[in-house]
């Protein structure tokens, strides 16, 4: 770490999602992390209050992973899985099967939540295809929705900003209304009414007509637009017109999967079971890009059927890196980190906690809205002149008052990783009063 920010060329990078001119003006740099902390080039400390960008549930530096990794690249570093496949991929999907709910027991491998995204729509329209209704071809998402950035995650975005540079590189998508109204401010957990607006799913089958519609994308708590949770019995009516209408419905789990919501996914932690599920960021505890997309048997095993009597690839579909050997080694570690150190069940004992904090910040004078289920959270900031100026002040300074956390327009998400302690968790809330305690 004895760099200077200051001194490094920073014209040739274009950072995503990111104001690159200011950026360069401030660069905010990380060269190191450990546990629930990051340090800059200049050895300054900051607490990870998002586990990075909800990725590193049991916290940053894990040397089981890294040793993992280590021995498979020593091992086997790449092999294609177009005809070919890696042994340690297959001992991956069945780790994961039996950790997704069940009956979601088959599983495609790609790099990213984006991927997944793309990769679920996908077999959607070729499972319908394969059972002969192939006019299925169209989707439902909601307002306020985030479903990563490929082309048909933008399609099914229901966040203008991630839609209004793009509007002509899109599928066909209907969005029913988010779920988040003004009568539920500063409620915690899950808001009681609401259940309601799952009936939108209905009305668009009215106009549009059922036998077109091919899936309903869902995440079930609405993370990046600053943690939206269900209300009670929302999803389980979604799940009940979807079935009556012979409509797939996916979960995408991408923030939620792997113990955020202090069950393994949140399908379980709602009691609804989904038809398809997404995964990312958490499932190799952010240490090597992967994907997932766990999906019921009956959707293969009818993908299958249908190319019955030929000798060609069921599904037309696939990444080079997906289930990269290097990928599921980490994943593996991973997930044998989350069992062995008991982490989705440190994450339901630790959320109480995490919780009070959050919602100890609601007098503050920036605080409009507080949100919170399991181990995130959403904080709503006031408004301020121009929509998402103030989240973005807010964020640059946290960080140098010493903590990092996730912000979407003005709204900042806390996602802390589940190896947090008690004090650590307090000393983020500290920080958070401290800034929000100021005029912008």
């Not at 607490?47 to 890294?66: M, N």
């Not at 979601?104 to 679920?120: H, P």
């Not at 995440?219 to 799940?239: H, Q």
């Not at 991973?334 to 109480?352: C, H, M, Q, T, V």
Request: proline share 5%.
């Amino acid at each position: 770490m004895n760099m200077n920010t200051q001194a490094m060329a920073m014209d040739h990078h274009w950072l995503p999602f990111t104001n690159n001119r200011a950026f360069r003006q401030n660069p905010q740099v990380f060269a190191k992390a450990k546990g629930v902390r990051y340090w800059t080039p200049e050895g300054d400390e900051l607490l990870d209050g998002s586990s990075g960008l909800f990725c590193s549930a049991a916290g940053h530096g894990r040397p089981e992973i890294a040793e993992a990794v280590s021995r498979q690249l020593m091992e086997l570093d790449y092999t294609p899985h177009f005809q070919r496949a890696a042994p340690v991929s297959f001992e991956l999907a069945e780790r994961l099967a039996a950790l997704l709910p069940e009956g979601i027991d088959r599983v495609f491998f790609g790099a990213s939540g984006s991927e997944a995204v793309d990769s679920a729509m996908k077999i959607a329209l070729a499972y319908h295809r394969a059972r002969g209704q192939g006019q299925r071809t169209r989707f439902v998402s909601r307002a306020w929705a985030y479903h990563g950035v490929n082309l048909g995650g933008t399609a099914l975005a229901g966040m203008v900003g991630n839609r209004r540079d793009f509007s002509g590189a899109t599928c066909d998508v209907v969005h029913m209304r988010h779920t988040w109204s003004e009568d539920q401010r500063f409620t915690r957990g899950q808001p009681d009414d609401g259940a309601h607006l799952a009936d939108d799913l209905e009305e668009i089958c009215k106009t549009y007509g059922p036998e077109t519609i091919a899936a309903v994308f869902v995440e079930p708590i609405a993370g990046s637009i600053g943690t939206i949770v269900p209300p009670k019995g929302y999803l389980a009516r979604l799940r009940e017109i979807a079935d009556r209408h012979g409509i797939l419905l996916v979960f995408d789990e991408v923030i939620t999967g792997f113990g955020r919501t202090g069950s393994a996914f949140a399908a379980q932690e709602f009691g609804v079971t989904p038809d398809i599920i997404t995964m990312a960021k958490a499932l190799t505890n952010g240490a090597v890009p992967m994907s997932a997309v766990g999906v019921k048997t009956e959707i293969q095993d009818a993908v299958f059927a249908a190319a019955e009597g030929a000798d060609r690839p069921e599904l037309m579909h696939g990444y080079t890196y997906s289930a990269h050997p290097v990928a599921c080694a980490a994943a593996l570690a991973a997930l044998n980190i989350y069992r062995d150190d008991g982490l989705f069940e440190r994450s339901r004992a630790l959320s109480p906690v995490f919780l009070d904090a959050v919602f100890g910040l609601r007098n503050l004078p920036q605080v409009s809205d507080l949100r919170g289920y399991g181990m995130v959270a959403g904080v709503q900031l006031a408004p301020g002149d121009q929509p998402g100026a103030k989240g973005m002040a807010v964020q640059r300074r946290l960080f140098d008052a010493g903590l990092h956390v996730k912000a979407t327009g003005d709204a900042l998400i806390l996602a802390p990783a589940f190896v947090a302690s008690e004090s650590e968790i307090g000393q983020m809330a500290d920080i958070l009063r401290g800034v929000l305690g100021q005029a912008f």
